[in-house]
């Protein structure tokens, strides 16, 4: 299962698109929503029953994500990719039957707790191999990847609506859907098992820097470190930030101008939800790329500074001026997209390509923690300000404060990352041999 070495003059250029394939496909994950609906008007669901499957996908790629690391960097990102490409699109045909005999624990089990795996095994199964083929410009490299992650729910959510409408909104109709997703999928996904390569030697490219040279560190002692803990805090902070107006986006939008002579309508708040999701995507690659120039930490003062400012405008204005409101959270939303994206590459900087995979799989465990803490954060406060008797921009105004202070959190957490201490570091000779060790493994 380990991917054949790459032939001498084998183009680079050719495993972004192989992480693409996988990361475009669980991407999915993010277009959900559309599946609402018709799940709880078809099997009779609650709102919060219809979200269950989503939100144990999300804590499923956290844990599995933390758990599979070091897995994914001991076997490589083909048999990574290909564990990934079985449990998301079995997790799809699992919901299939789940929806054709009316059985939602199926679903839940399905999309949920096996497609959840697959969610997380795929999203770390590139990271460590585009690392080590663009040693220099990693953050790039990370950033194309990872956009397809956000990039999945422009796909899938027109095309999901459309097979709803064409297949039906009934159980039936769902899970002719589900299946439909389940072996699409599969092959889309397949593309990348079969494309992807590990470079030949530790210099992939003449004038490269090394991808294996200076500082490396193991998965084990990297969660010994303060520097894998301040940067647990800094995600988990920037993320909290993004999620919380992107899991609310429309009724905020609707709710901040409802009392003034311009009031959002349904489609337009729709139209708005598009546009952050677009944020969101060209944040991935954008800030990431300019994380290769300007250097992590400070693309992240950027993201936390920056944002938290983002984020008084709205608070003390927001509700004056439209534009303002959207330039704000458009801004917000591709700093929580760049987020995703630049961390690979700062984890490489501070703890080396050694097992950056297994240290980026145990850091997405900040995601999860932050998946709940920011829609909990801003739903609980605007539930009971309504509850209170107010309504517009002030049901959210407590909460946009509390943001300021989580990045302020975060932005403390990036200044003080420093580099690791030296008793920290991988040996030369084990180094050594465990490169040594792996190079007959990956050719066979």
């Known amino acids: 299962m ?37 799940l709880e008007s078809a099997l009779g669901l609650s709102g919060t029953q219809s979200a269950l499957p ?19 960097e001991r076997n490589g990102p083909r048999w990574a990719m290909t564990v990934a490409l079985v449990c ?35 999203y770390i199964s590139p990271v460590s191999t585009l690392i080590k083929w663009f040693p220099d410009r990693p953050g790039m490299a990370t950033g194309i990847a990872i956009m397809g992650f956000g990039g999945g729910a422009l796909i899938a959510s027109p095309w999901s609506a459309q097979m709803l409408e064409s297949f039906g909104a009934d159980s039936s109709g769902i899970a002719l859907a589900f299946l439909v997703h389940g072996l699409s999928y599969a092959v889309f996904m397949s593309l990348g098992v079969l494309l992807v390569r ?9 004038g490269a820097p090394s991808a294996v040279e200076g500082v490396q560190v193991s998965a084990r002692s990297a969660v010994r470190t303060p520097q894998f803990w301040c940067l647990w805090v800094v995600l988990c902070m920037n993320v909290t930030a993004g999620i919380g107006i992107l899991e609310k986006a429309a009724p905020m939008i609707k709710d901040f101008f ?23 995507m060209a944040g991935r690659i954008g800030w990431s790329s300019t994380s290769d120039l300007v250097g992590r930490k400070n693309v992240y003062r950027l993201y936390l500074g920056v944002g938290a400012l983002m984020y008084a405008l709205i608070a003390l204005i927001g509700d004056s001026s439209k534009p303002l409101f959207v330039l704000c959270a458009l801004v917000i939303l591709s700093f929580y997209g760049g987020g995703f994206a630049t961390i690979p590459a700062y984890l490489k900087d501070l703890f080396g390509a050694y097992q950056v995979g297994a240290i980026h799989g145990r850091l997405l465990t900040a995601w999860s923690t932050a998946g709940v ?25 407590l909460s946009l404060f509390i943001m300021i202070g989580l990045l302020a959190v975060g932005f403390v957490a990036n200044e003080l990352v420093r580099p690791v201490h030296v008793r ?21």
Not at 91 to 115: C, D, K, N, R, T
Not at 198 to 206: D, K, L, T
Not at 375 to 397: C, F, H, M
């Open 424 to 444: 920290h570091h991988v040996p030369v000779q084990r180094k050594a041999a465990d490169v040594e060790r792996q190079q007959p493994e990956s050719a066979a």
């Open 198 to 206: 590990v470079p030949r030697g530790e210099r992939p490219v003449a």
């Open 88 to 122: 998301f699109s079995s997790g799809f045909l699992i919901s299939a039957l789940g929806a054709a005999v009316e059985q939602y624990w199926l679903i839940v089990l399905g999309y949920g707790f096996v497609g959840g795996i697959g969610l997380g095994i795929g």
């Open 373 to 397: 803490l920011g829609p909990l954060i801003v739903n609980w406060i605007a539930d009971r300000q309504e509850e209170a008797g107010k309504d517009g921009s002030s049901l959210y105004t």
């Open 54 to 72: 989503f939100q144990l996908a999300i804590v499923m790629l956290g844990l599995s994500a933390a758990f599979g690391g070091t897995l994914v």
């Open 2 to 38: 380990s991917p054949p070495i790459a032939p001498p003059g084998w183009s680079r250029w050719l495993v972004p698109p192989a992480a693409l394939s996988v990361h475009l496909s669980i991407g999915q994950a993010y277009a959900w929503s559309v599946f609402k609906p018709p």
């Open 258 to 280: 409802a009392d003034t002579s311009t009031p959002v309508s349904a489609s337009a708040a729709a139209g708005f939800v598009a546009l952050l999701s677009a944020a969101n």
